[in-house]
């Protein structure tokens, strides 16, 4: 069966200093990957997304970058954390070239930035 | 541009009640729609999802859900909720031919008193 692994789970970091989350998925092949941002009492909001190793698709200019050195690797990066980049992120997964299949969550990070 | 709308934030039940979260999207062809659930600090989980068919779908932890193309909605059913139930729930539209990208609404945080 496929996993998403997610980490780290919590994180404090100071404004300017740089972010790296990462998420890996198992069990499945070529999987398209998203990273989403979810703030405080508010809903998803899709940063990026990847359908294979060096495609990245951005939704929302902003202050971080994605990467994807492998097919089952995603990480999201930031060169210079603003206290705007506070909030609870998450990794997902779903099987590729198949309409509507559904997205499947890591258990997310916690971003704090102060 | 495709739009889910959960008109209630906050919504509170006794254990043992029936409960109805409403969801409600904007979408010009048929769509992919999902109901998630995430506990807090957890990341979403699956509880149905509607891509053709019967229009009255069947979920994980006796949950349902209606789709109704009339009304452009997609509402989410439980005749007896539990205490566990507590949680805050997403609706979301999948966006076809868009590397299955996923619209989620705010969410409807629910409460569940004994």
């Known amino acids: 069966s496929q996993t998403i692994h997610q980490w780290p789970a919590t994180l404090v970091q100071p404004v300017g200093s740089p972010l790296s989350l990462e998420c890996t998925v198992e069990?499945?092949?070529?999987?398209?990957l998203y990273w989403y941002r979810q703030a405080a009492g508010r809903g998803l909001q899709l940063l990026f997304y990847s359908v294979g190793i060096g495609q990245i698709s951005s939704e929302v200019p902003q202050n971080l970058s994605a990467s994807r050195p492998q097919d089952r690797q995603f990480i999201l990066s930031s060169k210079k954390l603003l206290l705007s980049d506070s909030g609870f992120y998450l990794c997902?997964?779903?099987?590729?070239?198949?309409?509507?299949?559904?997205?499947?969550f890591g258990n997310g990070t916690r971003l704090t930035v102060t | 541009a495709q739009s889910v709308t959960q008109p209630d934030i906050h919504i509170t039940v006794s254990e043992g009640a029936s409960l109805e979260l409403r969801c409600n999207y904007s979408?010009?062809?048929?769509?992919?729609l999902f109901w998630y659930v995430q506990s807090p600090g957890q990341g979403l989980q699956l509880l149905l999802k509607?891509?053709?068919?019967?229009?009255l779908v069947q979920g994980i932890k006796g949950f349902e859900a209606e789709f109704k193309r009339s009304q452009s909605s997609f509402n989410l059913r439980k005749p007896s909720v539990h205490w566990s139930d507590a949680a805050e729930y997403f609706c979301?539209?999948?966006?076809?031919?868009?590397?299955?990208?996923?619209?989620f609404g705010a969410g409807t945080r629910l409460a569940v008193h004994p």
């Open positions: 979408y010009g062809a048929t769509p992919y």
């Open positions: 997902a997964w779903t099987l590729p070239d198949l309409a509507g299949s559904p997205l499947h």
């Open positions: 069990g499945t092949s070529n999987p398209n």
């Open positions: 979301a539209v999948g966006v076809s031919g868009g590397y299955n990208k996923l619209i």
């Open positions: 509607y891509f053709s068919g019967d229009t």
